[in-house]
C-alpha cells in the first residue's frame, strides 16, 4: 500500500545524480514544480565522496574525481559555489631507457622546464614540438566546440565549419586517431601517453574503425575550451552537494530511496512513474519525465528491449597512504610526480597488447592504468589528524579491465594485484608498505570492478558514460522536430526526455545533458 500520495508534477526526474540535479536546478528556478527520485540512500550517483575506510578521516571521490567538462556557464547560471583547482603537473610517465629509469614530466606552468624532459627522453626536441602542434590544434578545436555543447545540437555540416581547420576535422572526426598520433608522434612513450585520453571509460583501441576513441578523445580534450583537469575543492561530494544545495533552494522535491520500477506513456498526456519507496510503492504523474539513469535502464522500465549491453572496462581503485612512496626514478620529487597523472604501463604498444589481451577475455598481463594523488592539490579531503599525520590518497584508474574478465570471483583479486604489480615496477618501495590501515588493521586499499558498478550505482555494465558517447552533432537519422531531438536528449517518447550521460554530449561530470534536457523542456512549454 501507497504512503506516498499520487501526485502530479511538471518534471519527474528518473535519477538524483549530478546532472539530474542540474535539469532539476533549471527546471525548479523557471518555476516548475520538480521531483527527483533517486533509488540509493543518497544523491550524486557517479559523483560523491566517502569515507571508505572505517577510523581513517579523508573523504575519497570514490567513483569520478576530476572535473573538465562542466562549463562555467552552468556554474554561473547556477551560482554554484565550487572551487575547481587546477594542478599544475599535467602529467609523469615513468619508463626505463638504457637500462636506467627515468620518465617524461609535463609541467604546465612550465614549457621549458617540459621541453627538457622531451630531450632528456627522446634526444631532440622533435617530440616536443609534435607535442605543441598537435595540442595547439586540439586546443583550437576545444575553443570552437566546447560552447556549443549548451547549444542545441549543429549539424554535422556546420560543427565543421565552426571548427574552420579541415585537417583538424579530418584527423579527428574522420580517421582512426591512431593514424593521426602515429604520423605526429615518433616515440612510443608519447604517443602512448597521447593515446591514453581516447581510452578512459572507452573499451576500444587507436585503429577502431567506429571511432570510438576518436569521440573518447575528443571529450579529454575540449572541456571548457582548453581541456584542463581540474581537482574539485573538497572531493566530487562538494559538487554534488553544491547543486544538492541549488536544486532544493528552487524548490525541488528529492526522495531518496525511491527505485523507479515503471514508466508508462502514450506520448500524449501525462506520464505515470511507479516507483517502490522503504514503506511501500507509489506512483506520480508528470507532464515530462527526465531520465537519469542510463538508457539501458530507461528501456527496462518502459518495457522496451534494451538492444546490446554497455560493457564498462575500468578498474578503480582508491587507497590512503601515510606517506607517499619513493621512485625508481629519482629526478622528480614524488610530491610532483604524482600531483598530475602519473602513467603506468601506458606506452602506445603495452596499450595495444592489454586491449588485444582483454578483448580476448584475459586479464592483461601488464594493466596500464594512471594514479592520481589528489591530496597534493586538495587536502582539505582529510581531517585535520590524517593531515597532522601527512597522509595522502591515491586513485588508480585502470583501463583494459572489460565487465566479460569479471565472471570468477577471484578475478577481482586479480586485477588488483596485477595493477598494484606495475605501480611498484617504477616504484623504490613497494606500495603495500606505505598504505595506511583502517581501525580494523586491515590496508587502506579498495577496489571497483565494472560489475560491482553495476550493482553499487547502477551503471550497466558498469559503463562510466552510461553507453558509448557520441560526437556532438546532430546525426542524419535524427528527427530535427521536438525540442528534445534538437538538444540531443530525445527518446522515442515525446514526453520522455533523457538528461543524464547517455544523452547526445552526455558523459563525464558536466551537468551538460543535464542543462539540456531542462532547456528542451522550456523551449517547449506547451507540448
Ligand atoms: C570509477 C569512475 C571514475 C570516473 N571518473 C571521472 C572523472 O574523473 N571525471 C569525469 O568527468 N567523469 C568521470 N567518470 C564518469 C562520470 O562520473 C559519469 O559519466 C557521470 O557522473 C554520470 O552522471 P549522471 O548524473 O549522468 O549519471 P549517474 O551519476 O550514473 O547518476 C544516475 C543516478 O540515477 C540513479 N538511478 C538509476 N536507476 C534508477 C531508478 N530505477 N530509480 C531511481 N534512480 C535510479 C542512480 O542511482 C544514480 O544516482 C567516472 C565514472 C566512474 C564510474
Redesign the pocket.
Known sequence: MSTHPSSRYDAVI????????VAAAYLARAGRRVLV????PR?????VSTRAFPGVDARL??????????PRKVVRDLGLRLDLRRRRIASYTPTVRDGKPTGLLVDAADPGRTRDSFRALTGTDREWQAWQRFYGMTGQVAERVFPTLTEPLPSRAELRRRIGDEAAWTDLFERPLGETVERAFADDLVRGVVLTDAL??TFTHAHDPSLRQNRCFLYHVIGNGTGD?DVPVGG?GAVTGALAEVALAAGTEIRTD????AIATDGRGDAEVS?RHRDGEATAAARRVLV???PA?LAR?LGEDPGPAPE?A?L?VNMVLRRLPRLRDTAPDPREAFAGTFHIAEGYRQLETAYTEARAGRMPSAPPSEIYCHTLTDPSILGPETLRQGFQTLTL?GLHMPARLFGDPAAKERALAASLAQLDAVLAEPIADCLATDADGRPCVEA?TPPE?ERE???PG?H???RDLAFPFATEDEAPGSAAARWGVATAHPNVLL????AVR?????GI??HNAAQAVLADPDR
Request: proline content about 2%.
Open positions: 528518473v535519477g538524483g545524480g549530478h546532472n539530474g540535479l527520485l533517486e533509488r540509493l544523491v550524486g550517483g557517479a559523483a571521490s570514490r567513483y569520478s574525481y576530476l572535473v573538465s567538462l562542466l578512459i571509460g583537469w566530487m525511491c527505485e523507479v520500477t516507483y537519469n539513469a542510463a535502464t522500465l564498462g575500468q578503480k584508474f571497483r558498478l550505482i547502477g551503471l558498469g562510466i558514460f552510461h538528461c543524464g550521460a547517455g552526455g558523459g563525464g561530470v558536466s545533458p543535464g
